[in-house]
């Protein structure tokens, strides 16, 4: 089993950048596929990035596509989410995930492990 906690959010300005960490527990980080999603109030949660075990294949969602970078470092347990060019619609509560299966998951059912979420707001 893993223990998620994301870190980072915040209040920012459209056009800003801000990055996310989600640190996780255990020596089998490594083991496991690694995902972003997100939930706008009254919206689902969303896919926004996903990153293999050693961070060579990627995968994001349409809406945040060419702004968003997701990477891990494994020494450290963490992976991380860059978000470049906000906009007042990447408004959400962020949540990372964790996923035992092989090959990168987009859904939510995809994700064995989930973190409580963090905020990040951005105003026009």
């Known amino acids: 089993q893993v223990q998620l906690v994301e870190s980072g959010g915040g209040l920012v300005q459209a056009g800003d950048s801000l990055r996310l960490s989600c640190a996780a527990s255990?020596?089998?980080?490594?083991?496991?596929?690694m995902g972003w999603f997100r939930q706008a109030p009254g919206k689902e949660r969303e896919f926004v990035a996903a990153?293999?075990?050693?961070?060579?294949?990627?995968y994001y969602g349409i809406t945040v596509k060419g702004r968003f970078a997701v990477s891990r470092d494994n020494a450290k347990n963490t992976m991380f989410l860059q978000m470049n060019g906000l906009k007042p619609e990447d408004t959400a509560v962020y949540y990372c995930?964790?996923?035992?299966?092989?090959?990168?998951?987009?859904?939510?059912?995809?994700?064995?492990?989930w973190g409580e979420g963090i905020q990040v707001t951005v105003s026009s």
């Open positions: 255990g020596r089998t980080f490594l083991s496991y596929t």
């Open positions: 990153i293999n075990y050693n961070g060579v294949n990627t």
């Open positions: 995930a964790a996923r035992r299966a092989v090959g990168l998951g987009v859904t939510l059912k995809d994700y064995d492990y």
